[in-house]
């Protein structure tokens, strides 16, 4: 059995899902089910006994040793964080306790797990902690790709609580022994998608005829990977990757926001025709998001030389994908879409005049 943090989130229940399509190994799913923890998206898991689902929090320390006790995993895929900018720069202190905290309390309960097994089980044993390019900070246009030993520059709340928690898993690591690998991507987008980021926000506003909110002059660049890829190289660097070593995990996909704006505006006006015009004419500039880091963009040629994992799809194939999921899955949409969303939106873009 793997233990799987966050797994009902949006890269960790892709992830699960995944997972069980592949082989039968079971999953212990731990997820305190937050704003963007959502069961729904496990559906297809109902009563699954592979798929054992625990809600709770990673900074239970008693929790955790109960589970472990009780289930032995042989792995830990951590995914559990919280994870968006904006509600970073609104609420840091969740972000400091979820990754901070919740990260610690894990790798210790990990290590007494861990210095519990047998030899074998112990040199078998991996903690895999999923991080993100946005600790490395911020590149300029001409800029190399960010790679494993980019110095870290974290220029927001969340990419350094989440800068913090690579630390600590770098150090139980060099420590204790624990054997980790940690691994970090771009920016993902694909199924289950919590409708707060760039482009399931862009799909379910122009769907609804409302505004698609573009930060600034809309030209910041991200690399952009499809969700499925992502978990296809976790289990990758989960099953190869050698212990003790970060790999960067990208989808050769840099493109600035206004771009990716544009494209899912053409394939909505392709596959679901507005009668009042183009969804282009939706876009709204506003006033640019504190801090905004201008360019992020992954060298992931490590993992393929290393692994030979290399993403299946291209941004053209993926986001197509993606739209037509969203079309496909509009009761999700809808259960998603609580109040608390609702007020979080709000919060975030009130105020937010158009920028000139």
């Keep these: 059995m793997i233990l799987v943090t966050g797994g009902a989130g949006f890269i960790g229940a892709n992830f699960v899902l995944d997972w069980l399509a592949g082989c039968d190994e079971p999953v212990l799913n731990l997820d305190a089910l937050t704003y963007a923890g959502n069961r729904e998206s496990l559906a297809s898991l109902e009563g699954d006994a592979r798929h054992v689902f625990v809600q709770g929090d990673i900074t239970d320390r008693a929790l955790l040793d109960t589970l472990f006790a009780r289930h032995n995993p042989r792995a830990i895929v951590h995914f559990a964080a919280e994870s968006h900018v904006d509600r970073s720069i609104h609420g840091p202190g969740a972000f400091m306790k979820t990754n901070v905290e919740g990260t610690y309390t894990l790798l210790e309960a990990a290590r007494a797990h861990w210095t519990s097994?047998?030899?074998?089980?112990?040199?078998?044993?991996?903690?895999?902690?999923?991080s993100t390019d946005e600790v490395y900070g911020s590149l300029s246009a001409g800029e190399p790709a960010f790679v494993e030993t980019h110095a870290y520059e974290p220029n927001s709340p969340y990419s350094a609580s989440k800068a913090a928690s690579d630390h600590l898993v770098r150090a139980w690591h060099h420590t204790y022994g624990l054997p980790v690998v940690t691994t970090n991507c771009?920016?993902?987008?694909?199924?289950?998608?919590?409708?707060?980021?760039?482009?399931?926000?862009?799909?379910i506003n122009a769907l609804a005829g409302k505004p698609l909110p573009v930060y600034g002059d809309g030209q910041q660049v991200r690399d952009w990977l499809y969700v499925k890829d992502h978990c296809t190289a976790i289990r990758e660097v989960l099953s190869r990757g050698r212990i003790g070593?970060?790999?960067?995990?990208?989808?050769?996909?840099?493109?600035?926001?206004?771009?990716?704006?544009?494209t899912v505006c053409a394939l909505l006006d392709e596959m679901r025709p507005d009668p009042a015009g183009?969804?282009?004419?939706?876009?709204?500039?506003?006033?640019?998001?504190?801090?905004?880091?201008?360019?992020?963009?992954?060298?992931?040629?490590?993992?393929?030389?290393?692994?030979?994992?290399?993403?299946?799809?291209?941004?053209?194939?993926?986001?197509?994908?993606?739209?037509?999921?969203?079309?496909?899955?509009?009761?999700?949409v809808a259960h998603v879409q609580s109040g608390a969303y609702r007020d979080w939106v709000a919060t975030n873009y009130a105020g937010r005049e158009a920028a000139p």
């Design 117 to 130: 097994l047998s030899a074998d089980a112990k040199a078998a044993f991996r903690f895999h902690h999923v």
């Design 186 to 203: 771009s920016n993902n987008y694909g199924p289950y998608h919590f409708p707060e980021k760039l482009i399931p926000l862009m799909i």
């Design 245 to 262: 070593e970060t790999y960067n995990i990208g989808g050769w996909n840099e493109k600035p926001n206004i771009e990716i704006v544009q």
């Design 278 to 332: 183009p969804y282009a004419r939706l876009i709204t500039y506003v006033t640019d998001r504190p801090g905004h880091d201008r360019r992020y963009a992954i060298d992931a040629r490590k993992i393929e030389r290393e692994l030979g994992w290399r993403p299946a799809e291209t941004f053209e194939s993926g986001i197509r994908k993606t739209v037509q999921w969203y079309l496909d899955h509009a009761d999700w």
